[in-house]
């Protein structure tokens, strides 16, 4: 199982992008279902999670009200919708999957597959 991510750029502070990641190859039973970043030099930290129903949603303090997770349980695919990006949230992204749908998670270490990153450049 690969996770393809997508979405990243160079934008503005105050800007917006959204995010996408899909998996290919064998996906069933694999739901995605958070997104991580690590900036230079720095350790990859949590950015948000949903969980596989969707009807839960955990974020890092400093993204709430300002980035949103989805899912599209159809085509297991996970969105993150960033508005009003800051120059500290630059980073390179990474979409995480696990292979169970229950529960909702802030740890790298509950998660199975790792996307390859997508770099998010924010400019002042």
């Known amino acids: 199982v690969q996770l393809q991510a997508s979405g990243g750029g160079l934008v503005q502070a105050g800007g917006s992008l959204r995010l996408s990641c899909a998996p290919s190859?064998?996906?069933?039973?694999?739901?995605?279902k958070a997104w991580f970043r690590q900036a230079s030099g720095k350790e990859r930290e949590f950015v948000a999670a949903?969980?596989?129903?969707?009807?839960?949603?955990a974020y890092k303090d400093s993204v709430k009200g300002r980035f949103t997770i989805s899912r599209d349980n159809v085509q297991n695919t996970v969105y993150l919708q960033m508005n009003n990006l800051k120059p500290e949230d630059t980073a390179v992204h990474y979409c995480?999957?696990?292979?169970?749908?229950?529960?909702?998670?802030?740890?790298?270490?509950?998660?199975?597959?790792w996307g390859q990153g997508t770099l998010v450049t924010v400019s002042s």
């Open positions: 995480a999957a696990e292979r169970t749908v229950w529960g909702i998670s802030r740890s790298s270490s509950a998660y199975d597959y």
């Open positions: 190859g064998r996906t069933s039973r694999i739901y995605l």
């Open positions: 949903v969980s596989g129903s969707s009807d839960n949603t």
